[in-house]
């Protein structure tokens, strides 16, 4: 498997920030959103090869109870044998008695994997790359429906919409209706934001939103407290 990194450090998104976590970060990413916050890991050449066995052995480094498998994304891989390998390591994971969240777009389903926390973040048309041709692969595949659908029913979720204007919000609430079966309890706001002083701007717009909606507002932690570093 393609791993672009792995850290120990807080969570800090969703409904579970702060929480000390160690996060394996698995390369590539099939969508190139405007705002990616994590572009680093878009490209295999930056990433190292790890068996399973390898994965378990790092992480058995910290003595920390909570571990989240992000992207990139880690749900596709061009490599198909992905789709065996993500739940062998997940399956691996859970043996250690661990809490899994698994961060994912929302654009693929693998089953019967033990995940504790499907961390969805559906992405809106702000996500949109400026570059034509990107921009129509982009657009085509960012959201899918009827994989939403399945995942919710499937997992226990929280669903994190990135919210760049206000104008965002009616797309939001076009898509939950659009899905059908979204926990409105479930559902988080979280500003879009790449730098430290980003987040700040655009934190109150979003909290009014969400004061607006009663939707949770979701924080980016690791943007306040290390704003662009990396593996943080």
């Known amino acids: 498997m393609k791993i672009n990194e792995i850290f120990y450090s807080i969570q800090g998104e969703g409904f579970l920030a702060g929480i000390p976590?160690?996060?394996?970060?698995?390369?590539?990413?099939p969508l190139n959103c405007r705002w990616c916050d994590t572009r680093y890991a878009f490209e295999e050449t930056d990433a190292e090869e790890y068996s399973t066995e390898q994965i378990i052995k790092k992480i058995q480094h910290w003595n920390c109870s909570h571990v989240v498998i992000t992207g990139g994304e880690p749900m596709i891989n061009p490599d198909l044998s992905q789709r065996t390998e993500l739940p062998d390591l997940v399956h691996a994971i859970k043996e250690l008695d661990k809490h899994i969240t698994i961060e994912t777009?929302?654009?693929?389903?693998?089953?019967?994997?033990?995940?504790?926390?499907?961390s969805i973040s559906p992405k809106l048309s702000n996500s949109i790359p400026d570059d034509p041709d990107t921009a129509r692969f982009h657009n085509e595949a960012r959201l899918d429906l009827a994989i939403l659908r399945v995942l919710l029913d499937e997992y226990d979720y929280q669903i994190k919409f990135v919210v760049d204007t206000p104008d965002d919000l009616p797309e939001i609430q076009q898509t939950i209706q659009q899905v059908g079966n979204m926990n409105q309890n479930r559902i988080m706001l979280m500003p879009q934001a790449k730098t430290r002083q980003e987040f700040i701007q655009k934190a109150p717009m979003v909290t009014e939103l969400c004061k607006q909606t009663g939707y949770a507002f979701s924080p980016r932690l690791q943007i306040m407290l290390w704003d662009t570093s990396k593996g943080k």
Not at 21 to 29: L, T
Not at 105 to 118: N, R, W, Y
Request: glycine content about 4%.
């Open 105 to 118: 777009i929302g654009i693929a389903f693998i089953p019967e994997m033990p995940c504790d926390l499907m």
């Open 21 to 29: 976590s160690i996060f394996i970060r698995v390369a590539d990413c």
